[in-house]
């Protein structure tokens, strides 16, 4: 049985319980974090904890704890249920005030903190990244400050389903004519050993596993470009991934039908991977 944490307890998942009335469950009035864990440590906290502090400010939220509280609950949670690879999600919302209303609570209106862990045994070592995933394009029809982690998934839950009602992977997301992230992942395509991705903005999240990736390229003497790019220029591209914190590097194969290259994963996007889970085992904590 899973060990969760809400509010200041560690209790059994049956005993955890938060209010009808949260303005997570009313209003999605909450942002979330994602932390990979691999041999029992945690992946670039540091950098989560950074983006949580962002999204609570750009909401005028108020964070329930301190960066080394946050820490100590990610460590007891991962010891607690033994997680050797896996994920530990965490929820922040506006709290639960004592109506519905749409205006938000009073500033004393303790926010609500929910931490559980997801046991993946072998995380590093899926066999997706060995072949590779296929996408879809759809419309970008998500709200438009995609920069701040809100747990309002509904768009990105409907793109998954678009996905599989296609018979691949995932979906990539078009928005005037280029494409802006994957459902749940930075997008990238690779031409003539250039790695592209879409530069930062609010159109999209600020990956974490994105920025260390692209220090971890360039540290590599590989080429880097921050723009956006069209499905046409992707389908034309050598090679493409995705970055994520639960997939790492993820090579991408197929885009819309076409194979990309010969439909294997590249060079690029291989190497990138083992660079990466390389230099962040090194460093976890
Ligand atoms: N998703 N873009 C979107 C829309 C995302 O939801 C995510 C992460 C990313 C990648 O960010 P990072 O590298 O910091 O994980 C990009 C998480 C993993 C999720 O929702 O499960």
């Given at each position: 049985m899973r060990t969760v944490y809400v509010n200041g307890q560690y209790l059994p998942e049956q005993e955890a319980s938060v209010s009808v009335f949260d303005r997570g469950f009313l209003f999605a009035d909450g942002v979330y974090e994602v932390t990979s864990v691999l041999g029992g440590k945690l992946i670039d906290f540091a950098g989560h904890a950074r983006r949580l502090q962002r999204s609570l400010g750009e909401l005028e939220m108020r964070s329930p704890v301190e960066e080394d509280e946050l820490l100590e609950i990610h460590r007891e949670l991962v010891r607690l249920n033994e997680i050797e690879d896996g994920l530990v999600y965490l929820q922040v919302t506006r709290g639960a005030p004592a109506d519905r209303d749409f205006a938000y609570p009073p500033e004393d209106t303790e926010p609500t903190i929910v931490l559980f862990t997801q046991s993946k045994p072998g995380l590093a070592e899926s066999p997706a990244a060995k072949t590779g995933i296929k996408v879809v394009t759809i419309p970008?029809?998500?709200?438009?400050?995609?920069?701040i982690k809100t747990v309002q998934l509904l768009y990105a839950s409907m793109g998954k389903m678009m996905a599989k009602k296609a018979g691949v992977d995932d979906a990539w997301m078009v928005e005037e004519g280029q494409i802006t992230e994957g459902t749940s992942n930075n997008a990238y395509i690779v031409k003539d050993g250039k790695i592209i991705t879409r530069e930062l903005s609010t159109d999209i999240l600020h990956g974490i596993t994105r920025a260390a990736v692209l220090r971890m390229a360039q540290e590599a003497q590989m080429q880097v470009e921050e723009r956006g790019f069209t499905p046409e220029e992707a389908k034309e591209a050598d090679e493409a991934f995705v970055t994520s914190a639960s997939t790492f590097v993820m090579p991408v194969v197929e885009i819309d039908g076409t194979p990309l290259g010969d439909g294997t994963p590249g060079p690029i996007a291989k190497r990138l991977r083992e660079i990466y889970l390389e230099e962040s085992r090194k460093v976890a904590i």
């Open positions: 970008d029809a998500r709200w438009a400050r995609r920069d």
